[in-house]
């Protein structure tokens, strides 16, 4: 269980740089880059808590997860030519971050007795909406509707993820095995640049 | 109250069938027009429900309603052509279902115990802020302040609905004069491009 | 505490009114600048008070506050020549505005027993908030990310509040200097055009 909860710190950390510095190219000064990072970090999290109604939200009852967020802030503020060459190695966490937090977002809906549907679209949530909600409040077309497999790679983690736990799988290979499903699918779809067939 | 319930079921599966292709001309995927119908489906309730502390949500304690919204994403997937040659078809049935969840809307509030004037904004905000969450998302103006008369067509049938509950009328013929109202004021809007002055 | 709720009253009519000319010269029609001015109005204070489940929500509690909003949207209807020829005072009133409302934030976080770390958030929240949610819903850049410092103060006077409290400052001495330190940044960030650097 500690290892978990040092990924999660790690994870949120690297969700609130990687914020940080999505804006760079724009107009926004360091304050708005802050809050950038914040809401990419806690959006997901936060909105599913209020969807299920579980408070203290997350961020707001461990300050923890507050100071990791700053934390990446800071980092990114100190170091934004560094980590922004890092682009590459980026991208890898942000993957892993997804596959972790929909697994994650999962077991916390599962925990709080809802449905396996709802637990499924409550992963997938977790790992997405705080990126979201950051396009939606910096007015750029949200990931969820660009081209390349996202959150459908999250919502086929979160259902595998069910699947398995309903078949009794102990939790840990299916921590592994949902995970690597997700990071597989988006790793594949980025390099082939796959998408889903569009409307019509 | 099953005809109502089965008259709300129909109204999800609407809404979620013409969120769904509201995004076809767009470059989204198939994804991306099944996440569009689920937050035009169950946007304004949620917010409605959250903003009264209305738990569980109606579409996570009901799995019903979700299964109404994956059918009508389904059938915008599956029918898309067909359905999309229904636009007046649907354009109808949304101004029913504008109707229907204002209604519904207020007295879901009232149930709750909140004041008349509180009911009357939660009915609008039922009705209306689906397509508005689904419009920001997307970049898109939200529906509310385009030209036509639209929110506050929801805004009056509820407060006449308010007002003759007060004054005793019964409820089913409540329900229908409000409902009317609101169905007449929108389609007449529409026939005749009436819009609200200006501020100016 | 009778002179608090009075300015709680003023400055949400205040805020109304901003909202609702804010959009004046686009092509909304009188609902679309009430839903504006309506939003900016309560937008802050209900994502406090939804993030710190703090129920019922004021304005939904309170009917004051919603007759202050809707006398702010009528003010703006009936006199929007006149309103908008006072552009500078009102500037000057949305100024006290965020100071007043930062600083009540701070004080409804800490009452609710939050660290204050969040206690500082949600102050500056409560103040901004509601004109992010407004020009995210309106489609323009979020006033939090345009160049003039803003948010940026609220924090800073949010954090001196909290430190000024934990040294036993009496409350109106540290109202006082929280908000005129608020008030006085602004103000001067506004005279010189100043901006925090930016990310590069």
């Known amino acids: 269980m500690e290892l978990q909860y040092a990924l999660e710190l790690t994870g949120t950390f690297v969700f609130a740089i990687s914020g940080a510095l999505a804006i760079r190219e724009k107009e926004h000064d360091l304050f708005g880059a802050g809050f950038t990072?914040?809401?990419t970090a806690i959006g997901g999290g936060t909105l599913r808590d209020i969807l299920l109604n579980s408070y203290p939200l997350v961020w707001i009852g461990n300050v923890q997860v507050l100071y990791a967020i700053l934390a990446g802030v800071l980092a990114a503020f100190i170091f934004p030519n560094f980590l922004s060459r890092l682009r590459?190695?980026?991208?890898?966490?942000?993957?892993?971050?997804?596959?972790?937090?929909?697994?994650l977002g999962v077991e916390k809906a599962l925990s709080l007795g809802v449905r396996p549907e709802i637990a499924a679209i409550m992963g997938m949530f977790?790992?997405?909406?705080?990126?979201?909600?950051?396009?939606?409040?910096?007015?750029?077309?949200?990931?969820?509707f660009r081209k390349e497999i996202y959150a459908s790679a999250c919502l086929a983690g979160a259902v595998v993820y069910l699947v398995l736990n309903y078949?009794?799988?102990?939790r840990n290979y299916n921590?592994?095995?949902s995970m690597s499903l997700i990071i597989s699918i988006r790793l594949i779809a980025m390099k082939y640049k796959l998408s889903?067939?569009?409307l019509d």
Chains 1, 2, 3 share one sequence.
């Open 88 to 103: 590459k190695t980026f991208f890898l966490f942000d993957t892993l971050g997804i596959g972790f937090f929909t697994v």
């Open 167 to 170: 078949f009794g799988l102990e």
């Open 126 to 144: 977790s790992a997405v909406m705080g990126g979201v909600i950051r396009d939606t409040l910096t007015n750029e077309i949200p990931i969820l």
């Open 196 to 198: 889903l067939p569009r």
């Open 175 to 177: 921590l592994l095995i």
């Open 37 to 39: 990072g914040f809401i």
